[in-house]
């Protein structure tokens, strides 16, 4: 028998043996009966070593025994403690790989007013590898190319790390594609891929900035987030307050009137179509456990900036658990006064929605925290800053935390950043002449990929 060539010679005579006695068996009267006691077969340590391999690899043991002439029954006895060694260490056997390699990809950006679109953009990238680097275009870049920034790199270096999708960020990064930065991704930062939206980046002199990614055969396209651009929300910041009617109270709110003539022409009203599908995409899905302790913060987060990151955060270390609670535009209207808020409710989430520091939103919180709202949710402790805004008209107000300072699980968070909404849109008020001419500069290019703009697949 071929596989007797195999077999170790004390099998061999084991075997001889076994044949001498069922002969001997064959010819004596049988004893009472007893059970059959299994004969083990011993192996050759090379065959060995192939047999505990494939169970080890979890193959068919019929195709194991019908190629080594046994029974499956045989197999059942064998245990891989038998061996005084590891598989790996045989030389015979390769090692196998430990997984395959990670892809990174690369996204760049001036993430100036940070929105729901810069978000999404991320999100999308991060769908096309592994792990994302984000660069924030350094703010020369940005003036050369785009006009001023409302944001200080420190502040957009905070809102870009804050987001659930990033794992890497590069500070300073240019706002074209060199061949040197390129180069310095692909051999420093081990990038695979570059990505950008669907809308043109065009520089001063109307060439592409990503041509050179585009050559290498490493760019990837994402489909651009519908409905708001950072143009877009400095537009609705210039048309809502007019220069002379500007003026701030002693919580930095902003108070003025509707510019009437950019309102009648409803051009800067928000063109954000709302999807259950988007709020998903954003949400993490899942909910708190058992004995978890739920965090509760709530407010407009208009404008979503670094103050919004940093309390967030801070919120975020007290519990195992954050809720945040957006309140509906008629709040924040009555509480902060004209124009607030400027964005709406559902663009307010979803920037919420997608910091890292949250678990979960409440889509149009009600003003005041009460009892039910807490039995509902399990709220454990519920947090507020001490930066905050409100209507200097707005007199004689209840205490919207009254329940749960009455309950003692309420408690008063030192803002770790004195940036308020207001703050900000002041930023743009201070310097409207520069602000209009940049606006109306992109909302020309802006205008041109709306008129050009196609279908793409995806988001």
Same mark, same amino acid.
Request: hydrophobic fraction near 35%.
């Given at each position: ?8 010679p004390?099998t061999?005579e084991?075997?001889?043996r076994?044949?001498e006695e069922?002969?001997?068996h064959n ?8 059970k059959e006691?299994?004969?083990?077969l ?5 065959i060995e070593q ?9 193959k068919?043991?019929?195709s194991?025994?019908?190629?080594l ?10 245990g891989v403690?038998q061996l005084p060694f590891?598989?790996s260490?045989?030389?015979i056997?390769p ?15 001036c993430f100036?007013?940070?929105h729901?679109?810069?978000a999404?953009a991320?999100?999308q990238a991060?769908a096309?590898?592994?792990e #994302? @680097?984000? $660069?924030v275009?350094?703010?020369? %870049?940005?003036? !050369? =190319?785009?006009g001023?920034?409302v944001?200080?790199?420190?502040e957009?270096l905070? #809102? @870009?790390? $804050?987001l659930?999708w990033?794992d %890497?960020v590069i !500070? =300073?990064?240019?706002?074209e594609i060199?061949e ?23 520089l001063?002199d109307g060439?592409?900035?990503?041509a050179?990614?585009?050559k ?6 994402i ?7 950072s143009?877009?929300?400095?537009g ?8 002379p009617e500007?003026?701030?109270?002693h919580n930095?709110s902003?108070c ?8 009648s022409?409803?051009?800067?009203v928000?063109?954000?179509?709302p999807t259950?599908?988007?709020i998903?995409q954003?949400s993490n ?5 058992p004995?978890?302790?739920?965090v509760y913060?709530d407010?407009a987060?208009?404008l979503?900036?670094a103050?919004h990151?940093e309390?967030?955060k801070?919120a975020?270390?007290l ?13 924040v209207s009555e509480?902060?006064?004209n ?8 663009e307010r ?5 997608a910091c890292?520091?949250?678990d979960?939103v409440?889509?149009g919180?009600p003003w ?6 807490i039995?509902?949710f399990?709220i ?5 800053g001490?930066?905050a805004e409100?209507?200097?008209l707005?007199?004689?107000e209840?205490?919207?935390?009254k329940?749960?300072?009455?309950m003692?699980i ?6 770790p950043k004195?940036?308020t ?8 008020m201070a310097?409207?002449?520069?602000f209009?001419k940049?606006n109306?500069?992109k909302?020309?290019s802006e205008?041109?990929?709306y008129?050009?703009?196609k279908?793409v697949?995806g988001?």
């Open positions: 028998m071929f596989f007797s060539l195999f077999l170790h004390h061999r084991e075997k001889r076994e044949k069922t002969q001997q010819t004596t009267p049988h004893p009472p009966y007893k006691q299994k004969t083990k011993r192996l050759s340590p090379l192939i047999v505990f391999k494939v169970i080890l690899n979890q068919n043991t019929r194991v025994a019908a190629l002439g046994l029974s499956t029954s045989y197999f059942t006895g064998l403690p590891l598989w260490d045989l030389g056997f090692k196998k790989k430990n997984g395959k390699k990670r892809i990174r990809v690369y996204m760049d950006g100036d007013l940070m729901y679109g810069h999404n991320l999100r991060k096309l590898g592994d #994302l @680097v984000v $660069g275009v350094s703010d020369e %870049e940005i003036v !050369a =190319n785009k001023p920034p944001l200080s790199m420190e957009r905070a #809102l @870009v790390s $804050g659930k990033v %890497e !500070a =300073n990064a240019p706002y060199t040197k930065f390129m180069n310095t991704l692909f051999n420093e930062h081990k990038i695979d891929y570059i990505i950008h939206g669907d809308d043109p980046c065009l001063p060439t592409d900035a990503y050179l990614a585009k290498a055969g490493r760019y990837k396209q489909k651009r987030t519908e409905g708001v651009s143009t877009d929300i400095v609705r910041i210039l048309s809502y307050v007019r220069v500007v003026s701030q109270d930095g902003l003025g009137e509707p510019h009437k003539e950019s309102q022409k409803g051009s800067h928000s063109q954000f179509l259950s599908r988007r998903v954003f899905g899942k909910g708190p456990a004995n978890a302790r739920v913060i407010g987060f208009d979503f900036h103050g990151v309390i967030l801070s975020r270390q519990g195992d658990f954050l809720l945040v609670g957006i309140h509906t535009d008629q709040i509480h902060r006064g124009p607030h808020p400027i964005m709406h409710l559902h989430s979803l920037s919420v929605l890292r520091y949250v979960e409440i889509i919180a005041e925290v009460t009892t039910d709202m039995t509902t399990n454990s402790l519920v947090v507020h001490t930066m409100s209507n200097p707005l007199t004689g209840n205490d919207p935390y329940v749960p300072k009455s003692g309420f408690r008063l968070l030192e803002s004195n940036i909404t207001s703050s900000v849109a002041q930023r743009i310097n409207h002449e520069a209009l940049r109306a500069k909302a020309e205008k041109k990929y008129a050009q703009k279908y697949s988001d």
